[in-house]
């Protein structure tokens, strides 16, 4: 299995910025979906960001559309997570996740596939 190590999290004023990193080891994430998913106090995981393996197509949650935008370098077997406008909401451990299966437009963690140890960002108003 990939090993994902998150880093890049903190805390973070309300319209603040931050880039998250997902540095993964093991096996080349080359030929894989990779995504973000999240984790706020007392609410279950949920999904933020998915990229295709070439990086050309990319999908969001609608409530970060516009403001976070997933990237990947293939070179550097890592995955990015560029967070913008970041609102007290957006506060929740972040982690990185792949391989994932796509289903209809959703996104879910592969039977191969594994999670970071995840990142916190807190965002303050």
């Known amino acids: 299995q990939v090993h994902l190590a998150e880093s890049g999290g903190g805390l973070v004023q309300v319209g603040g910025s931050l880039r998250l990193s997902c540095a993964a080891s093991?096996?080349?994430?080359?030929?894989?979906?990779m995504g973000w998913f999240r984790q706020a106090a007392g609410k279950e995981r949920e999904f933020v960001a998915a990229?295709?393996?070439?990086?050309?197509?990319?999908y969001y949650a609608d409530s970060v559309k516009g403001r976070f935008t997933i990237s990947r370098d293939n070179a550097k077997n890592t995955v990015y997570l560029q967070m913008n406008s970041l609102k007290p909401e957006d506060t929740a451990v972040y982690y990185c996740?792949?391989?994932?299966?796509?289903?209809?437009?959703?996104?879910?963690?592969?039977?191969?596939?594994?999670w970071g140890q995840g990142t916190q960002v807190t965002v303050s108003s």
């Open positions: 996740a792949g391989p994932l299966r796509e289903y209809s437009g959703s996104f879910s963690l592969a039977d191969s596939g594994s």
């Open positions: 093991g096996r080349t994430i080359s030929g894989y979906r």
């Open positions: 990229i295709r393996w070439s990086g050309a197509f990319t």
